[in-house]
């Protein structure tokens, strides 16, 4: 096996001076809907920073040939995050997401960021359907191409653009795609209403056309990665020198054509758990197949990203090099969130960074600052972890994770106000024609609601005739079109009630 020899003083030395030359992540194209039969300004792009640190793509431009964005400065991408771009400021669930609607992180119609008006009708950034052979590039503020994707070949004839300044926020260039020389991923797909071009999985080579569109989640192409190879993590502590090492294993039909293999090397200088601008990074690229092998690593937390030949298949291993006296990797939450309620279960999703040392996860739920337990887990596994309960009226939810030493520490906690509010249950959501909730009269009355728009405005209004005790009241909204929905319901004899849903 062959080994790199990075002295321990040489590698933080090239860490700490790789902050000024290096990105601290990968940036991707990483899915788009052009010819929206929703609307035109329902086109989206969505951006992924695959990591393994932070990027500040502010000021980088998204262009097509013919029109271009910039991204307002220091905009910061986290590691994981995503960042869609559209012509409208929310997009309704199945015009951006399958799931659920998306709140779009720049608007391009309104954000006098363009090199000229995008048009809202007809053709918009991209161009409609048929036999459009759309491109789509990405370059930083130096022009430099971060990624480029093309439906077919040759690409699509382009012009001279002038990039919007912001208004001075960053320095406005001008170039023409034509006179460049630029490296395109090609899709190879043919052209669709409503279908979304997705890479297979994030940060994969190969793209699908796809109906289950996922603007601001992972990918839901049902599909594995278009490369055969997988990877292996291998860590250690060598006691003689105090130093560990690394080990990625790399395995294809034709292994040598994925190299050589580029990487980002993450140490968590600052000891925080989090990989952020005070880390420090090295990028570096190993020629020789099959494995890139690091040795004589520092104590302590990395996260390394590697890709392919191509600079994608893009694959991210968190690993640890323990110091010898027996330390346990701790536990650390990455994130807590609500997913939603789907057949009166309400689901909720976690990540740990390491499970190795966890004993016990706890869903818990309170509604005045006690909480009970909910839902108990015991056994995990790597990656993103599902966690659900029974629909009750708890209005605030934590996870109380416990280690292997019964250490115990708390998430942060997430008030639900979607699925039950103030004790009473709706649904479905979203909604079809008519929405139904559970109430509590005291005495035999009338209540007044009223549904207003996500810009403001008041759409519905009128009249429910309560009985006394618990009940169902339903409200017709075949009236309404498709998008967010805010409800209040007010009378003498019931408690206010305020929730959100979706037509």
Not at 167 to 185: D, I, P, Q, W
Not at 219 to 244: E, I, L, R
Request: charged share 15%; with cysteine; glycine share 8%.
């Amino acid at each position: 096996m062959k080994i790199k020899e990075i002295r321990i003083v040489l590698l933080v030395l090239l860490l700490s001076a790789s902050k000024l030359t290096f990105g601290q992540g990968r940036v991707v194209i990483n899915e788009f809907m052009p010819w929206s039969g929703c609307s035109t300004t329902s086109e989206f792009i969505e951006l992924m920073n695959f990591g393994p640190g932070p990027m500040n793509i502010g000021c980088y431009i998204l262009t097509n040939g013919t029109y271009a964005v910039t991204i307002p400065a220091n905009t910061i991408l986290q590691p994981g995050q995503y960042y869609v771009l559209s012509g409208q400021n929310t997009l309704a669930q199945g015009c951006g997401n399958t799931d659920s609607l998306i709140h779009v992180d720049l608007n391009w119609t309104s954000c006098n960021c363009t090199n000229s008006t995008i048009p809202v009708t007809g053709d918009g950034f991209m161009t409609d359907g048929g036999s459009a052979n759309e491109k789509i590039v990405l370059m930083d503020p130096s022009l430099n191409i971060i990624d480029a994707v093309s439906r077919t070949m040759p690409v699509s004839p382009s012009v001279s653009i002038t990039t919007s300044s912001i208004s001075g926020g960053c320095t406005s260039k001008t170039f023409n795609l034509s006179t460049m020389t630029v490296s395109y991923e090609t899709i190879g797909i043919s052209t669709g209403v409503d279908n979304s071009f997705a890479r297979k999985v994030d940060g994969d080579c190969g793209w699908l056309k796809t109906t289950a569109i996922s603007a601001h989640a992972a990918n839901k192409t049902g599909s594995s990665s278009s490369a055969t190879y997988s990877f292996n993590t291998v860590s250690a502590s060598d006691c003689q020198s105090t130093a560990g090492s690394v080990s990625i294993q790399v395995s294809a039909s034709d292994v040598n054509a994925l190299f050589p293999m580029n990487y980002t090397l993450a140490y968590d200088a600052d000891g925080t758990g989090t990989f952020t601008n005070a880390d420090t990074y090295l990028y570096g690229t190993d020629n020789t197949a099959p494995s890139i092998d690091i040795n004589n690593l520092a104590y302590g937390r990395y996260r390394i990203t590697v890709g392919s030949s191509s600079g994608c298949n893009l694959k991210s291993f968190d690993f640890f090099i323990f110091n010898c006296y027996g330390v346990v990797l701790p536990v650390k939450l990455q994130y807590f969130k609500y997913s939603g309620m789907k057949n009166n279960q309400q689901y909720f999703v976690y990540k740990m960074e390491d499970v190795s040392n966890l004993k016990e996860v706890v869903l818990e739920g309170s509604n005045n600052g006690t909480f009970e337990p909910v839902a108990t887990q015991y056994f995990f596994t790597a990656g993103e972890a599902t966690i659900q309960s029974p629909l009750s009226s708890y209005a605030i939810y934590r996870l109380r994770i416990k280690d292997k030493n019964d250490k115990v520490s708390y998430s942060p906690e997430i008030k639900i106000t979607t699925a039950i509010s103030q004790g009473v249950h709706y649904w479905p959501n979203p909604v079809q024609d008519r929405i139904f909730i559970e109430i509590m009269s005291t005495q035999k009355a009338d209540a007044t609601y009223n549904i207003i728009s996500s810009n403001g405005t008041k759409v519905k209004q009128g009249h429910l005739n309560l009985k006394a005790g618990d009940q169902v009241a339903s409200i017709g909204l075949g009236d309404l079109v498709k998008g967010v929905y805010h409800l209040s319901i007010t009378g003498d004899a019931i408690q206010p009630i305020q929730f959100q849903f979706i037509k």
